[in-house]
C-alpha cells in the first residue's frame, strides 16, 4: 500500500480538525448529559449532524443521556439489534427506524 505524504502544515490541520470534532462530540455528550440538549435536536440540522453526530457511536450516544448509563445503553442496543460498534451514520434503514422510534426522534 502507498502512502501519500502529506506535508507538515496538512498534517497539522488534519490533527487540528480531529481535535475539534473530538472536543464538539465530548461537549454534546455533556449537554445530553446535564440535559441541555435532546436527541431531537441533534438530529434536526442536517449540516451538524453530518459534521459531528453521523460519526458518534450509538453505544455513547445512548449513554450520555440521562438516566442511561453503559449497562442500560448496551441493554437499548440489544433490543433494537444494534452492534455496540455501530455509528449514528452507519445504521440500516430498519435499525434507524426503531431508534428513531424508540427515542421519539421525529
Do not use: W
Not at 26 to 35: A, C, D, R, T, V
Not at 47 to 70: Q, T, Y
Not at 93 to 98: F, G, H, L, S
Amino acid at each position: 500500500m502507498v502512502h501519500a505524504s502529506l506535508s507538515n502544515s496538512d498534517r497539522m490541520k488534519g490533527l487540528e480538525k480531529a481535535r475539534k470534532v473530538r472536543q464538539k462530540r465530548s461537549e454534546i455528550k455533556n449537554q445530553l448529559k446535564k440535559g441541555e440538549t435532546d436527541l431531537c435536536m441533534l438530529f434536526k440540522d442536517g449540516e451538524f449532524f453530518d459534521d459531528f453526530i453521523s460519526g458518534m457511536k450509538v453505544l455513547s450516544i445512548i449513554s450520555a443521556l440521562p438516566g442511561n448509563g453503559r449497562v442500560s445503553a448496551m441493554k437499548v442496543l440489544e433490543e433494537l439489534n444494534i452492534s455496540p460498534h455501530k455509528k449514528i451514520g452507519g445504521l440500516g434503514k430498519k435499525q434507524k427506524e426503531n431508534f428513531y422510534k424508540k427515542f421519539k426522534i421525529t
